[in-house]
């Protein structure tokens, strides 16, 4: 009796937590692959938070690059329209090259109709408007270089010009031509148009014609307004 009880202590000393030594070595297996895993998994973590964030860092870093450019791209545009804008203004403050030589002026009136009365209508709030309007005049107030002021009816302000007309130089006759402009003048206020064009250095687009059926055929009026 008292070797069983012996030998059952003998066992019982042997073991640890109650489990023998080969019981811990099957432990100390699954331990060991549980840290295996776990070092594979921290790595694979590691590995993915660093690629995660390089990405990230590359995506936010193209976005700022596209950002970049549209921004430079919108810089180009708003400077482009304030040059356009700018050039746009200097334009209307200069006065209207008209006519800056008698040459020019004579040249252009050459051939001048005696028979048409001619008045001309300027816009009070055009700066150059004033200008133009007695530089017109005495332009036609020249035949064949020789003074002649019999033609000018009248010149005069206005408030505000006829509803049809807005714009630039417009040359208002009696009469419509017949046949192409480009042969020759056919009424007085087809030679002045032409006149004034040749004046514009052949912007056509400066002066405009108009008929009016009241006026008589004779008559030839210019209305000078803002630039176009």
């Known amino acids: 009796m008292t070797e069983t009880i012996d030998n059952t202590n003998s066992a019982a000393s042997t073991l640890f937590l109650g489990h023998n030594g080969e019981w811990w070595d099957f432990a100390l297996v699954i331990a060991g692959m549980a840290v295996a895993l776990a070092a594979i998994a921290a790595v694979i973590a590691t590995s993915g938070s660093i690629i995660a964030h390089k990405r990230e860092a590359a995506a936010a870093e193209e976005a700022l690059e596209r ?68 530089r017109i005049a005495g332009c036609l107030n020249m035949k064949d270089g020789v003074p002649d002021t019999s033609i000018i009816d009248k010149i005069e302000p206005v408030e505000n010009l006829p509803d049809k007309i807005s714009t630039g130089i417009t040359v208002v006759g009696g009469v419509l ?19 004034l064009s040749k004046g514009m250095h052949g912007d056509r ?24």
Do not use: Y
């Not at 687009?205 to 176009?228: H, M, N, W, Y």
């Open 177 to 195: 031509p017949r046949g192409p402009w480009w042969i020759e003048p056919k009424t007085p206020s087809d030679f002045v148009m032409r006149a």
């Open 205 to 228: 687009s400066g002066v405009r014609e108009e008929f009016d059926q009241g006026t008589p055929a004779d008559l030839v009026k210019i209305f000078i307004g803002p630039k176009l």
């Open 67 to 134: 950002f970049k450019l549209g921004t430079e791209q919108k810089i180009s545009e708003a400077n482009a329209r304030t040059k356009v804008a700018e050039e746009g203004l200097a334009r209307l403050s200069m006065p209207r090259a008209l006519f800056l030589s008698g040459t020019a002026c004579e040249e252009a009136f050459k051939g001048r109709p005696d028979n048409m009365k001619v008045q001309i209508f300027w816009l009070r709030s055009v700066p150059d408007a004033e200008w133009l309007s007695f």
